[in-house]
């Protein structure tokens, strides 16, 4: 393969870094070094990030350096961050689209930041009004996409409609052997129940079912979306990020509240023995790092977040992240699927 | 004491009635036998209800029977359960707040018929725009109340304030010794976060302060609702309710991969045995039955909701909100408190 997939990264974001950017690089390597499809175009201090390779012996030939001083800090507000910024290590990682033709961005750093830097570079899609940041959230067969989490806080038909086209077109990227199939998040099932907005965004999505690009399952309530009945789970940008941390601090709640019973006397910490391989694997199943990796949806390159928090191995899956969806032409699914929705509203 | 509290209870409402009301109130004396300071008033089949309660020895002299044969069914609508609903152990249930001064009214049928009638029957509070529905959800350190769950969709920040107030009413009903601390909720801590309703709501609360009645926490994020730092997280019914399932799918999602782990092979099945009894103050401990019971706040008189397909043990925590919600004298909280938010906006 000639055309290898470029992905440039923000070495200097989050926490940690460049250390757990680098980890997380050689551990997506480790996990797809026979794919041998890849380059990684890398930003941060050249010095550090020499001396930190010495440890990650699996980054090797596949990648540049760039050397960037300039780091986006998480205490800058937003317009002092991007003033200096074009220098910085993560507006560099995004220029690298335009100026390097990286297929993908990624960086650990000030999500706020990021997401204003990624749309002063990239720009919007022509008919998208706003991009949406989308997540990823297991259920019982695979996964979810969810958008958006948090982008927009009041999110208008259209929006919802452009959600749903953008998070059915990264379905199919991330599995392209897989239907994607819509639903609206609401309080209820049936056809009446939910907002004026949400029910004539119901209305166009029942209509938009034709063009193929992915199945209307109408609308699901939370306490379903680990079903995997659906995969695309639209809502404006307030409840997507309520809904997506709630989960979260339902999940630690409970397996705190689990090791804490595991652990208070000498039987059940006898158990974990015998538990120790299943405890291993339900823990490995549901590790949020898995799913670490928010996609910004409506530009015109993509451009992937990872948690600040993380470490190695979570940034290693955003790293999985942005070379699914630059391999899986994500950019180009969207434009085709939102080609589409500008028909609908034409007719109408 | 000769004024007992009168708890009234509609018994054919929701799966496997009366039985399961029965069993319900039968576990709540048992737990609470010591009190002797309430009876109920039975709104139901008499013949049935006498055959089952030989089963139930702790009913006994601490009740009466209303016979009343039509039952509110859930296939009906709430304007044809209404019209012709006005002999239904529900709709009497409620009545009895009236005919029979009965202090709580408790019912697990139809949810939205139960509030229409109680709504029409016991009628809005002076000054409450729009009454809410609360529930109970575990924290680390007790118990959350949240609302609204999805009463109203759409809340104005009168509403929003009301919610505070009467959700502060409520906690203290129930934790008499504790203090009523009230979060927003929202998708960020700063204060200049959220929409402008959340803002303006923000400032209006940080006003009531002064007056005792909670203590106003600021934002609550999702991922904070079980930490127990607040106790009262108000928000709109449809972000509330997107929550409060989302929470719940969550659980059911993570308990269920559990339970499969746990019994994949010999030894992790080995394993149940030596954490048998940690275990099983786990799953205790955060059994959802235990905080069933969403109680209608902002009418002249209290109403509990049951869920329809509960058991006796979850009927029976619902038995007990009634219960404590009367002897805290919920009412008498709610109007004295909302006497505050009066006059906040007359001074405005």
């Known amino acids: 393969m000639t055309d290898k997939i470029k992905i440039a990264i923000d070495l200097m974001g989050g926490e940690n870094s460049p250390d757990k950017c680098l980890e997380g690089i050689n551990l997506f390597i480790s996990r797809n070094n026979h794919l041998n499809d890849y380059i990684f175009l890398l930003f941060g201090d050249e010095i550090k990030i020499k001396e930190k390779l010495k440890k990650y012996k699996k980054i090797k030939n596949n990648y540049k350096i760039f ?74 067969k695979n996964m979810n996409v969810v958008l958006d989490l948090g982008a927009n806080i009041e999110c208008s038909e259209k929006n ?38 949400l029910k004539s965004t119901y209305a166009k999505l029942k209509q938009l079912n034709e063009f193929g690009d992915f199945e209307f399952k109408g ?26 941390k709630t989960a979260e601090g339902t999940a630690n709640f409970l397996t705190e509240n689990l090791k804490k019973s595991l652990s208070e006397n000498l039987f059940s910490k006898l158990s974990i023995i015998f538990s120790y391989f299943s405890l291993k694997k339900f823990k490995e199943k549901l590790d949020p790092r898995k799913y670490n990796g928010a996609i910004f949806l409506g530009l015109t390159g993509p451009v992937v977040k990872s948690h600040g928090g993380t470490d190695g191995l979570g940034f290693s899956y955003s790293v999985e992240v942005s070379y699914k ?23 109408t």
Not at 104 to 109: E, F, I, Q, R
Not at 111 to 133: Q, R
Not at 187 to 197: A, P
Not at 223 to 244: M, P, Y
């Open 67 to 140: 050397d960037t001083k300039i780091i986006v800090s998480d205490e800058l507000s937003a317009i002092s961050s991007i003033k200096k910024g074009k220098d910085s290590s993560m507006w560099k990682s995004i220029q690298a689209q335009i100026d390097l033709n990286a297929d993908v961005s990624l960086s650990a750093g000030n999500t706020g930041v990021f997401l204003v830097m990624s749309k002063m570079i990239l720009k919007t899609l022509e008919n998208v009004d706003k991009p949406a940041l989308a997540g990823l959230w297991p259920n019982e």
């Open 160 to 197: 919802l409609i452009d959600f749903s086209e953008m998070g059915s077109a990264l379905y199919k990227s991330l599995y392209p052997s897989d239907k994607a199939k819509v639903s609206l998040l609401n309080i209820g099932l049936e056809e009446v129940k939910g907002t004026e907005l």
């Open 219 to 244: 609308y699901i309530e939370g306490n379903q979306i680990t079903k995997g009945e659906s995969n695309v789970i639209v809502t404006d940008g307030f409840t997507g990020n309520i809904a997506l």
């Open 325 to 347: 969806i630059a391999k899986g032409k994500l950019i180009d699914k969207i434009k085709e699927n939102l080609s589409h929705t500008k028909s609908l509203y034409e007719k």
